[in-house]
């Protein structure tokens, strides 16, 4: 297929170079010249704006910062610019107000589109195994499908347009608030006098156990390699999470639904990447504790 990539940052570029590696012939572009380099050193052809690299192309897929970003690329750009036969597929993580009225535009314009935010970092993106979280119709979800899977391990259709989002936020909040009540309990069970490798063998075959416990332990040395054993380097970046929790804050606004633990994750975080940590990894929020 011909595909058009737009946004070729941390995670672009490698989910780029994955669709190249399966066949695809991709067009590049980003405002960045050193993003657009490295996507040429991929195997991709580079295009000099979004509508260039969005002429002809079968597929359109976008992996870009913000909602306002998504919705101007593709109101001012692609629409339009793209065949009309042309699937349309969003894998930045957005809000869901955005993703659906961008949806309904594109519908509006003749085309179909998904949004698929994904879960899994850089590392993921580069190897080839994210987790898509897919919202369209079942005839774009069965057209995004094959796409998605040269780009991941996993490809989950979550409902109509906006569902991907509302899936991503959901999880993320989650594990915002796991994470930070992991580190609660491990900084008290320290201060009661526990070992933190004596609370992690009892807590991970207990009913405390959860993901930030024993696949991404807070505390160096104990449970699997986490980037608390690299000095909370590497990862995912607060500033992401917090990203994420804002989005996951507005969303439960909108849908007036009750997030009492959401809320203080989200200020917590807010008070954690205020303070210069942003670009640490999320579980660094235990040295606040
Ligand atoms: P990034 O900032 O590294 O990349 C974004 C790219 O988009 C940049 O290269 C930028 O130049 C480009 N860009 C911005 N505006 C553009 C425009 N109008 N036209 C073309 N290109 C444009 O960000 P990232 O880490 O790759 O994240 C991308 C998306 O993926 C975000 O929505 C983020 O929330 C989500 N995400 C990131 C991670 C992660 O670990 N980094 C994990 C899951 C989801």
Do not use: K, W
């Given at each position: 297929m011909k595909i058009a990539f737009i946004g070729l940052g941390n995670m672009g570029g490698g989910m780029a170079a994955n669709l190249v590696k399966a066949g695809h012939e991709v067009r590049a572009f980003d405002l960045s010249q050193d993003a657009l380099d490295r996507a040429g050193e991929h195997g991709c052809t580079t295009a000099a704006s979004v509508a260039e690299a969005v002429t002809d192309a079968?597929?359109?897929?976008?992996?870009?910062?913000?909602?306002?970003?998504?919705?101007?690329?593709?109101?001012?750009?692609?629409?339009?610019?793209?065949?009309?036969?042309?699937?349309?597929?969003?894998?930045?993580?957005?809000?869901?107000?955005?993703?659906?009225?961008?949806?309904?535009?594109?519908?509006?314009?003749?085309?179909?589109?998904?949004?698929?935010?994904?879960?899994?970092?850089?590392?993921?993106?580069n190897g080839g195994t994210l987790t898509f979280m897919v919202g369209g119709s079942d005839e774009a979800f069965a057209r995004a499908e094959p796409i998605l899977q040269a780009m991941g391990k996993a490809v989950i259709h979550a409902g109509a347009s906006g569902n991907g989002q509302a899936a991503k936020i959901c999880n993320n909040m989650l594990l915002g608030i796991h994470m930070i009540g992991t580190c609660e309990a491990f900084a008290m069970a320290q201060k009661l006098g526990l070992d933190p490798q004596t609370f992690y063998d009892i807590s991970s075959v207990s009913s405390g156990q959860c993901w930030s416990m024993t696949s991404y332990c807070p505390v160096p040395g104990v449970g699997p390699q986490s980037p608390a054993d690299n000095g909370y380097q590497g990862g995912f970046a607060a500033a992401l999470m917090l990203k994420d929790l804002r989005l996951a804050i507005e969303a439960a606004e909108t849908a007036d639904a009750p997030v009492p633990m959401g809320q203080r994750a989200r200020a917590l975080y807010e008070d954690f990447v205020g303070a210069g940590n942003g670009g640490q990894d999320f579980s660094g929020i235990i040295r606040t504790l």
């Open positions: 079968d597929a359109v897929v976008s992996m870009l910062p913000n909602g306002q970003i998504v919705l101007s690329a593709y109101t001012g750009e692609v629409f339009g610019a793209a065949s009309g036969g042309a699937i349309l597929l969003d894998c930045s993580t957005i809000d869901v107000a955005t993703a659906r009225e961008v949806a309904e535009q594109a519908r509006q314009h003749g085309y179909e589109m998904v949004d698929a935010p994904v879960s899994g970092g850089i590392a993921a993106a």
